[in-house]
T-cell receptor
């Protein structure tokens, strides 16, 4: 069952370090979305990517955060110089063609803890 | 700005006690409304997608309905394994590809 895969599932970083979160979409899916979920809060959209293209990054913080989805390999969400407020669960979702009306299927998430 | 409000925040039911969860939304041209279930420590699990007012979809003990301003998730004769957080989300035509999620309703079903 080739669902959405995320790794690592748990990541601990000290303030100032870099965090790299990886997402492999479902087989046949070429569109990836990243979300952040803070404790006791809802999912917040961060970025939407197709292969080699960022389509909508309106939810990404302006600094320290970046995302990519290369032609080969997983999508990467990168957080530079992490701060305690970055501690959250980060989920990625994938869809087949990104028409906007398609269901997004979610991965299990990466739980980032910044010490 | 597109918005989603879910109520109640939490709902406690006895096994077999049917009820409904509400999702009120404001969106500039609805592209799609989505229901997900999320268990603690896991990613959201897809339940339903609704596209236009009047549409209904069913799956086991769950039924989702849609009007122009809100959606309901009806749970018939719930079981303890239905306990989870239920999330509602919308995409609007003018919101780009941003999907807006509500804060969720935490459902507890007691045996």
């Amino acid at each position: 069952n080739a669902g959405v895969m995320q790794n690592p599932r748990h990541l601990v970083r000290r303030r100032g370090q870099e965090a790299r979160l990886r997402c492999s979409p479902m087989k046949g899916h070429s569109h990836v979305y990243w979300y952040r979920q803070l404790p006791e809060e809802g999912l917040k959209f961060m970025v939407y990517l197709q292969k080699e293209n960022i389509i909508d990054e309106s939810g990404m913080p302006k600094e320290r955060f970046s995302a990519e989805f290369p032609k080969e390999g997983p999508s990467i969400l990168r957080i530079q110089q992490v701060v305690r407020g970055d501690s959250a669960a980060y989920f990625c979702a994938s869809s087949p063609t990104g028409s906007g009306q398609e269901t997004q299927y979610f991965g299990p998430g990466t739980r980032l803890l910044v010490l | 700005e597109d918005q989603v409000t879910q109520s109640p925040e939490a709902l406690r039911l006895q096994e077999g006690e049917s009820s409904s969860l509400n999702c009120s939304y404001t969106v500039s041209g609805l592209r799609g409304l989505f229901w997900y279930r999320q268990d603690p420590g896991k990613g959201p699990e897809f339940l339903f997608t609704l596209y236009s007012a009047g549409e209904e979809k069913e799956k086991e003990r769950l039924k989702a309905t849609l009007t122009k301003k809100e959606s309901f998730l009806h749970i018939t004769a719930p079981k303890p394994e239905d306990s989870a957080t239920y999330l509602c989300a919308v995409q609007g035509f003018r919101g780009g590809f941003k999907t807006i999620f509500g804060a969720g309703t935490r459902l507890f079903v007691k045996a």
